[in-house]
């Protein structure tokens, strides 16, 4: 009986400890992929997905899907457009202030280049008040039925899943592993070392572009180095 308990354990953990090392990357305002540090992950040994979908087969559809989607279309066009113009403020104003670093100060009042610099910052700064003034009276007028259609999705979500952190510890305990984490470096990439075995790694991260979308990562790892960006993750809505 012994024997056959030993036995068991190795096929479930196999033979040995293995090194993975994960980089997170996401796409920037500008839409390049930038690495994400002090990025927490997940290490799961069980699929995450397959035991959320489980708690989920038998409730119905998450309420006010479609009331929310509608919202958040309606709050990222001026959400994003803030973004973009005060980011587009910030570097005309860091360019002026390099360019003045450069010309002498009794010069500075004659120069075409320091003026039109100055004009363009200025520009853009009011532009960016603007955007401001604009984001703000988007808020206020859909934040409240946001928040309360995600009250009540949170109330969904807390009876649907309320035997979630029971399943999965039952499945850790099943086979001799428990869930580890980790924080990604300044240039995005995490190393750990896992038990022998199937597992998977999950993330999730805010959409830069977006305060109510996010990336979201559960993939099963299959190989020594696993990138976890746009190709391998999915960009959801966050209810």
Known sequence: MIRLLLWSTLLLV??????????????DLAGVE?????FTISFLPYDRDSVLASLEANAGPRPHQRELDSLFRAFRGPFLAYLLVSDSATRARVYRDSVVATIEPAARDTSTVLRNLQQTASDLG???LAARAAL?????????????YRKVVSAWDDSVFRDYRKVTRSLADRIFANPVADT????????????DGDWWVTARSIDPTDPNAEWYWN??????????????GRLRPRY
């Open 14 to 27: 196999g033979c040995g400890p293995r090194t993975v090392t994960v980089r997170v990357t996401i796409p």
């Open 34 to 38: 930038t690495p994400l540090s002090g």
């Open 126 to 128: 009011l532009r960016a």
């Open 136 to 148: 703000d009276r988007a808020r206020n007028e859909l934040f409240p039925s946001i928040t309360a």
């Open 184 to 195: 990604t470096d300044p240039l995005g990439w995490a190393t750990v070392t896992l038990t």
């Open 219 to 232: 993939v099963r790892i299959d190989r020594d180095t696993v990138h976890l960006d746009p190709r391998t």
